[in-house]
Each structure stands twice: as C-alpha cells, then as structure tokens.
C-alpha cells in the first residue's frame, strides 16, 4: 500500500465515524464539483475541527476569506447560535453563486453574508462598517496575500479571538529557503507575523489525508 493511500484510507475511516456527510454538505460538494469549481475545498475532518473550533469559541461571528462552493462556510455557520453571523468573502462571483445555493439548501442563508470581489478591497469595506468584533477568522483565500489577511483580521478582532490560517506548509515547501513562490512566501510570512507579534500567540500543524501533505496555523488574539 502506498504512502498516500495509506492517507486516504486512514481519513476515511474517521470521516466514517466523526465527519459523516449529509445532504446538503454532500450537494454542496458535489454541485461545486459540477460547477467546475476548483477542488480544493476542505476535507469533512477539516471541516468538522472548524465547526468544533467554532463551538470551543463560543463564536456569536465568524469571518471567512475564501468561500469557494460554501463547504466550510456550512460547517462554520452551523456552529453558530440563530442570532449568529458569519460574513464570507469570495472573489469569483460564479464561485459565491454556486455558494450562496448551497448555503441556501443548507438552510444557512439567514446567517450567512455572502461579499463578492477580491477580498483586500471587501475587508476595508468591512472596517467601515465598525461591525463587532469577530470571534473567528478562517483565512483560506490566495496564499500569496495571507499576512494581508492576517493584518486585517487582527484589525476585525478583539482579545481572545481565534485565527486560522489554512494551507500554510505547502507540501513542506515552507522550509525550503530557496523556494520563493507567492504560495510559499505567504504561508512564510503569515508564520512569522503570528511569531513575531506582540498580539498574536500561534501554533501550526502539519496534516496529512487525502488532500495530501499540509498543515494550518492556529493564533489567538491577546489583549
């Protein structure tokens, strides 16, 4: 058995036990995939530790940078109370289409703002609107503008918020100095503001399964 197989029955197992689908995070997968979305959504183990995440939180909002078809936005948003509010921006407007109707399906729409356009021009937008602060921010959007992202979700926070920052190890090609594509000096330079600032107090992870080798960063907000 190989290596990557070995990954993929191995993620199988425990989706089977701990992240079984249902309708509409299947449709919501599947759509996109007939859509001709990329297929680079989370995993439904990935999914379930955002939803869990969530929950660990107590989030009342959750903002999102990178919404694809709606996958992890209905594992998101299904951790929120009823009052909750998660804001998710995608930069495709066919991709936020295909969103929105899974969210809808998903019976989320009430809960969840869906902003099409490059997401660096929709969070100061964002900003203006002195919204309260989030309680959770998933940044999974171009790798290239993750400190971006990150700079602007600690000005969206407050103390005690969580941040996470996804597809930060890139294949391990984060550690390879020699290395400078905009994927990997992103992911580097998200880890190194989540080390070196004064606000911030990270971790990350590296994963494996069926999306292959990667990882994510975890940071917390401090006061």
Known sequence: MSESQLWDDVDAYFTAHLAPGDGPLEAALRDSEAAGLPR????????????????????RTILEIGTLGGYSTIWLARALPSDGRLVTLEYSARHAEVATRNIARAGLDA???????????????????NPAPFDLVFIDADKGNNVRYLEWALKLTSTGSLIVVDNVVRGGRVADAEDTADDVRGA???????????????????TVGSKGYDGFALARVLA
Request: proline share 5%; charged share 20%.
């Open 40 to 59: 680079v959504s989370v995993t439904a183990n990935q999914g379930k530790l955002l939803h869990l995440l969530a929950r660990i939180q107590g989030a």
């Open 111 to 129: 809960l969840v703002d869906v902003r099409v356009g490059p997401a660096l021009e929709s969070l100061p937008k964002l900003a203006d609107e």
């Open 188 to 206: 580097r330079a998200a880890i190194e503001l989540i080390g070196s600032h004064p606000r911030l107090s990270g971790t990350a992870l590296q």
